[in-house]
Structure formats: C-alpha cells, structure tokens
C-alpha cells in the first residue's frame, strides 16, 4: 500500500501565499506523476497541477504564474507553492500520485487539506 501524506493548508488573506507539501511512503516502486487537485463548493474536482518523475509540469490555466509544483523524488514529496492567492482558489486541495507497486500501477490519493482564501 502507499499512503500520501498532506500538509501545509490553512487560511489565508488575499494576496497571500501558501505551500502545500505531500509525501508518499509505503511499497512503492516507482512514482510516475504527482499532482494536486482542489474541489471547491459545488463543484467538480479539478486538476491544479501536477509533475512528472523526470520533471514535466503542467498547470491549469487559472493558477499559471502564480502556483509553482516541484519535486522531491530521492523524498517522494511534492511541493505547490501557491502565490497571489485569490478567495477563488479556496477549495479542499487533493494529493494524487500514479505509483507502480511491484508490476502494478495505481492511482493514489491524500485526505486532503482545506485551503481558505479570505479577507
């Protein structure tokens, strides 16, 4: 099994700025991908950002320029650096890795961390 660990949510001023961290421990083999996804009231869980194994990132179109995902691999933990955050961005924000664990690959997720943009 592999668990993911959240970090670093909280409440925040517009503005502001955050870093949320994951850490991934368990039987794990090799980790493709890491990624944040939020989920805001009433509505659909969205992809933020995510990060591959060899360093590709890639962003949605409403955090680019302000959020920054980077990797830890010798650590298996990535990083979202969340800058000039807007009340908008306020959402339950998701850990999520594509790890292959002995010749099996699976998707795994953290518990998740509220993040509150609000003056």
């Known amino acids: 099994q592999v668990q993911l660990v959240e970090s670093g949510g909280g409440l925040v001023q517009p503005g502001g700025s955050l870093r949320l961290s994951c850490a991934a421990s368990?039987?794990?083999?090799?980790?493709?991908?890491m990624g944040w996804y939020r989920r805001a009231p009433g509505k659909q869980r969205e992809l933020v950002a995510a990060i591959t194994s060899s360093g590709r990132t890639n962003y949605a179109d409403s955090v680019k320029g302000r959020f920054t995902i980077s990797g830890d691999n010798p650590k298996n933990t990535v990083y979202l650096q969340m800058n000039s955050l807007k009340p908008e961005d306020t959402a339950v924000y998701y850990c999520?890795?594509?790890?292959?664990?002995?010749?099996?690959?699976?998707?795994?997720w953290g518990q998740g961390t509220q993040v509150t943009v609000s003056s």
């Open positions: 368990g039987s794990i083999g090799f980790i493709y991908v």
């Open positions: 999520n890795a594509a790890v292959q664990v002995d010749n099996r690959a699976d998707n795994y």
